[in-house]
């Protein structure tokens, strides 16, 4: 990470992009924009040999807009993100992976897929307020995002319709967040809330200071969660003192503490590449003001599930004192069979890291169960059959017929690149 390295420059028409500029949360736009400005005329050819014929800019727009079409995401993406896409080889690059689809790149769904594989709509009592465990509850405030990731878990709910989903949106209005509140405040057994979504990053700053006051004033409601992927795609935000949302962010987190309450920020980084030293100044300002920030990374195919980059992932985070919470085995959705690893990864991983990292700094490498059994430790499996790809579990913490039941997990179908 070199400090002050003014890193979109490596992209020619972003040469005079100024600093103000660049960190710019707005400075975003739609696919074809920007890839006619980013992309190279020609760049290296893939080591995937499903898409190695991909070498010019004008395959490379087509292969993105025919995957588009058939992806159940919609692609927005910012100016921070695809500055830091190696455009000399861009069919490989673990951040294009992540945002930007590829129709030779895409495989058959594996039959057990769903659009809701958590069951998040199933265990809703409210729209928008999921709730699963005995003590907490998920509170979806938007459906949008700064980015759209392909993996999303939520694809069912967040972003634009596509043309393969038609959406059931959670929009930020007031109406629809009293039902809410008002389910929160009538169970008092609920003490922790996450709020997310969508991303908190598209809450305006007075509404997430709305949330947040109404959240801290029920007695029962221990801990607050604002979930954000904003630092990671957009950090130059945190940094930018004229922009409201950080300032209330921070408030809330001060006004929790006079209370004995905590008010933290989760996030979400991948890649070892998307912390830049404009990263780090937000996570140190964050840090400076006492805010608790925690990350969930997804374990992805071709983005960090080798033992180097997971590595490299943690340890920076834990550098800039972001905590590395979770990392997710992939979730059974549709639409990214490319991104799945089969659960043999994520033990590996968690075998090799284990040792590597200080205890206190290491992540909980984790399964959430289709099916809505929840988050649990991916070593914690009753059984697994390598051959078929078919891991099982139970969650006996759970009430009622959740806790009694078998969830099961498949695994991608073997890949041979
Ligand atoms: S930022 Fe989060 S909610 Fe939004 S698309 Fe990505 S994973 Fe989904």
Known sequence: ???????????????????????????????????GEVVPETFLSSKNSRLAHITTKAEFIQDAVKGRKGAPMNVTITPHILSLIDWSNPVDDPIRRQFIPSESGTLTDHPKLAFDSLHEEVDSPVSGLVHR?????????????????????????????????????????LRRWEQMFSYIENNKELHDIVVSGGDCYYLEADQIAFIGKRLLEIPHIQRIRFASKGLAVSPGRITDASDPWTKQLIALSQAGRRIGKQVCLHTHFNHPKEITWITKQAADFLFSAGVIVRNQSVLLRGVNDNIETMTELISKLASINIQPYYVYQGDMVHGVEDLRTPLRTILDLEKHIRGNISGFMMPSFVVDLPGGGGKRLASTYDSYNETTGVSTWTAPGLPGDKGKRVYTYYDPRPLND
Request: glycine residues 4%; positive net charge; aromatic residues 16%.
């Open 1 to 35: 990470m070199v400090f002050n390295e003014r890193y979109w420059a490596r992209i020619d028409r972003w040469k005079n992009i100024t600093l103000e500029e660049f960190i710019s949360h707005q400075w975003q736009a739609t696919l074809e924009k920007f890839l």
């Open 133 to 173: 465990y005995p003590g907490r509850a998920l509170f979806l405030a938007t459906s949008i995002c700064p980015v759209y990731c392909r993996f999303c878990t939520r694809a069912w709910a967040v972003g634009g319709d596509t043309e393969t989903v038609s959406k059931k949106p959670k929009k930020p209005i």
